[in-house]
């Protein structure tokens, strides 16, 4: 113990001006991240506003008493579950496939100003995005459906109030917006790769194919198993502002997730107390989340998060 | 590395330290005193909605010259704390949860002002109205029927003065189109579906093509269809004495039928559930698409429905008829904003000071402008010289309001109109409006929503759910019927503990039956 106390003494005081540094980067930690964090104990009490956080009375689970028992929960978990699985077998493996293609491209300012178009969707907020997806998939003066009617007959389609397409609709947004930004840390992960290993595929013989499925991904496997296990964490959490732009009251049974669900009772129904339950619940259950994945790639051989 | 880099360091370690204490130095004694020169007047904040209305030569909500001018003639200081409109319910929830709510908290939402005040977050008044107040206090004399609204749990928490008018909802119709196709004014529901099928399938405006949808929506268009069968959503009525929801008076089955068959003959826009802003039913409506709006006093008579089309005459349609007889149009609350007092408010004083000062000279030029730059007055009443230049300059100053006196009658609202033509028929038209509003009595069996936790606690829920269902029996096709709907809402409404709940409004409802008329 001694040891180690004094080791660490050690390193600081000699270190102790890069320690400064690294002070504003663990005050915002400490100030925003850790400190919030007491406030959580309302999730196991009944908060009134004038008691204050520490003077309400303490109500045990009875919070997570109500939210189990809660038969919208289960169906809102669903969801929640279900737009997070899609998202994890499609949305996650675009920027992959994106970022290979943009490696091949050889034309130096083609692949520039083919990025800057990808990054694009990234900077529009979800409120803009909404509207405009909202208005192309319009049965009646929609781009797609004009498509759809003009060029295969098909009857229009009304995507955006039907359970069965809105979560269609709802991943191939989330493509389109975040394929293009995901790309970047691909992109210099594959920069990492060293050229003389493409220099001896070519020498053996190897095709463009098999240099990226010998070469290439195996060279970013370490930054795919790291995105994927933070990835996992966000499983319980759907962003709020892609849902609450895109949903309406047509297809509520198959939209409406965890985030909705908070923001509903938490900011409009200002029953705090509830609402920190299920923050704190679906903040568990990530964690859990993460920690498995992150055993299992470890034992997978990759280096993990820690 | 290291060595090189120490040399520097010390210095720059030092100038970052002294910056880190200069800006918490800094925020500690802000407070929001910018103008720290007048102290000497008493001070106080207040909310005010932010409906984005401020043109940006104008300044912002929280200064521009009007704040200035208020500040200088009340001798208060006022800091303003603009609410977004529509996140009314999530800002100040925040607020108040994180301790740092105005001291003068003012909203439309009386639930969600009970709420606060169970919370403990605001205090009674009437002691200091009847200690510091002389011109309030004379206005509250002379209008009583504010009172029951001003009252939570028998004390007084509430400021508010009466409306300019309770006329809110209305159904518009394109008079012109009935000519054309000689149709004579709807007088039952029945009558409107008629009229309905007729434009759909007429087409009135004359462009030989099969392009008209009969019916435009406004955020009024559920609450139109309620009001016709007397069952307006999430509220309550007494049915012999019960108090029940609307879903279980039986009544509402027809208002979902209602709905359902519209939607279903094609007479709104198909696409209505994707139109949350109603952009898409207002462009219908001014482009002369639609031939009837289910509207309000300001959705219907735009001024880009006159400016788009010359010849198209709109007139409001009288209450309509149905088996149950015939409901008014929608009267508001006869309070404007309620305002409640922050409990650790300082300077009570000067609030109730601001708002005498308010109700006595305040309001009038915060309602017309400046004489003479913006208005003139001839009889008595406030003349607008310049339509375009009041919009800009003055309309948003009625934000500022917390009490005023104006009243919107039909003559005041024609003469408020000038000279503009474009104006002067949106002010006929909220005048016939205002008249039609008057003449028929509107079914409000609770003034205002019950005061029981309980409700409160599930009504956001219970709101979700019966738009799904309404939604649902609306485009459902024909296995989701209205009386499939009402089963679903019976289900939603026992799961969220219902029961328990109607008897507690019950029990509210014979508790304080007395002050509810």
């Known amino acids: 113990m001694k040891r180690i106390g004094s080791s660490l003494w050690r390193d600081i005081s000699r270190d102790k001006y890069l320690y400064l540094f690294l002070m504003p980067g663990l005050i915002f930690f400490v100030l925003f991240k850790y400190a919030p964090l007491y406030g959580e104990i309302i999730a196991f009490k009944d908060f009134r506003i004038m008691d204050g956080i520490w003077g309400s009375e303490w109500a045990g689970l009875k919070h997570f008493d109500r939210l189990f028992n809660d038969r919208d929960f289960w169906i809102i978990l669903r969801n929640t579950l279900l737009l997070n699985l899609y998202s994890i077998l499609f949305v996650f493996p675009a920027p992959i496939v994106l970022a290979l293609l943009l490696n091949e491209v050889r034309s130096h300012w083609f692949k520039r100003s083919l990025q800057n178009m990808l990054y694009l969707p990234h900077f529009i907020s979800w409120v803009v995005l909404g509207g405009v997806i909202i208005s192309i998939l319009s049965p009646s003066t929609g781009l797609v459906n004009i498509v759809l009617s003009k060029v295969f007959g098909i009857e229009p389609i009304y995507f955006m109030a039907s359970p069965f397409w809105w979560p269609i609709v709802f991943t191939l947004s989330s493509i389109w917006q975040t394929a293009g930004w995901g790309t970047i840390l691909y992109l210099a992960a594959m920069g990492n790769i060293d050229p003389q290993l493409y220099e001896a595929a070519k020498i053996d013989g190897a095709s463009k194919l098999r240099q990226i499925f010998h070469v290439t991904l195996p060279g970013i496997r370490g930054t795919i198993a790291i995105l994927l296990i933070l990835q996992m964490g966000k499983v319980m959490d759907v962003g709020f502002e892609q849902v609450f732009n895109l949903q309406n009251s047509a297809v509520f049974s198959v939209a409406d997730v965890i985030s909705t669900y908070v923001y509903r009772m938490g900011l409009l129904g200002a029953q705090y107390s509830y609402a920190t339950a299920v923050g704190l619940f679906q903040g568990i259950i990530g964690l859990i989340l993460v920690l498995l994945v992150n055993k299992a790639i470890k034992s997978m051989g990759e280096g993990g998060l820690w | ?517």
């Open chain 2, 1 to 517: 590395m290291h060595r090189k880099l120490k040399k520097g360091m010390p210095t720059v370690a030092a100038s970052m330290l002294s910056v880190m204490l200069l800006v918490s130095a800094c925020s500690n004694d802000g407070g929001g005193s910018a103008g720290t020169g007048e102290t000497a007047q008493p001070k106080f904040s207040a909310s005010i909605y932010d409906r984005g209305a401020v043109a940006a030569d104008q300044g912002t909500y929280e200064k521009n010259k009007w704040t200035d001018w208020i500040d200088q003639e009340s001798g208060v200081d006022v800091t303003w704390v603009p609410i977004p409109r529509s996140q009314e319910q999530d800002k100040l929830n925040v607020m108040v949860a994180s301790g740092q709510a105005p001291d003068v908290i003012t909203s439309y939402d009386r639930a969600m002002l009970a709420r606060f005040i169970n919370q403990g977050v605001a205090q009674p008044i009437d002691e200091y109205i009847e200690k510091y107040s002389t011109s309030y206090k004379a206005y509250l004399e002379a209008n009583p029927e504010l009172l029951p609204h001003l009252t939570f749990d028998g004390e007084m928490y509430a400021i508010a003065s009466l409306r300019p008018t309770r006329a809110q909802t209305q159904i518009w119709i394109r008079q012109d189109w009935l000519d054309k196709l000689n149709l004579t004014m709807p007088t039952t529901v029945d009558e409107l579906l008629e009229v309905a099928r007729a434009f759909r399938d007429g087409d009135p405006d004359g462009n030989n093509a099969n392009d008209t949808t009969a019916i435009a929506m406004s955020s009024a268009y559920g609450a139109i269809i309620d009001d016709w069968y007397m069952a307006r959503s999430g509220e309550w009525f007494l049915e012999d004495g019960e108090a029940v929801m609307n879903f279980f008076t039986g009544r509402f089955e027809d208002s979902l039928a209602f709905r359902k068959q519209v939607y279903e003959e094609g007479l709104v826009d198909k696409e209505f559930v994707t139109d949350q802003n109603h952009a898409r039913q207002k462009q219908l409506w001014v482009t002369g698409k639609s031939g009837i709006m289910f509207g309000t006093i300001l959705d219907g008579p735009y001024p880009e429905f006159f400016e788009n089309q010359s010849d198209a005459v709109m007139v409001p349609v009288p209450p309509l008829a149905t088996k149950y007889g015939t409901n008014g149009y929608q009267k508001e609350q006869p309070n404007y904003l309620l305002s409640i007092m922050n409990k650790d408010t300082k300077d009570p004083e000067a609030i109730i000071k601001f708002v005498d000062w308010m109700i006595e000279d305040g309001w009038r030029p915060l309602t017309y402008g400046e004489e003479g730059v913006h208005h003139v007055v001839q009889d008595d009443q406030a003349v607008i010289i310049d339509s375009e230049k009041f919009k800009n300059e003055v309309s948003f100053m009625g934000e500022y309001r917390i009490v005023h006196q104006e009243t919107m009658t039909p003559e005041s609202l024609m003469a408020a109109a000038g000279d503009d033509p474009v104006q002067q028929k949106i002010a006929e038209l909220r005048g016939e409006m205002i008249k039609i509003s008057e003449a028929t009595p509107y079914r409000k069996d609770f003034p205002y929503p019950p005061t029981v936790n309980e409700f409160s606690d599930v009504s956001g829920q219970f709101s979700k759910k019966w738009t799904e269902v309404v939604t649902q029996v609306t485009m459902g096709g024909p296995t989701q019927t209205p009386e499939w709907g009402i089963d679903q809402l019976e289900k939603e409404w026992s799961n969220l503990g219902g029961p328990a709940i109607n008897e507690l409004v019950q029990e509210w409802y014979e508790a304080n039956k007395d002050s509810l008329d």
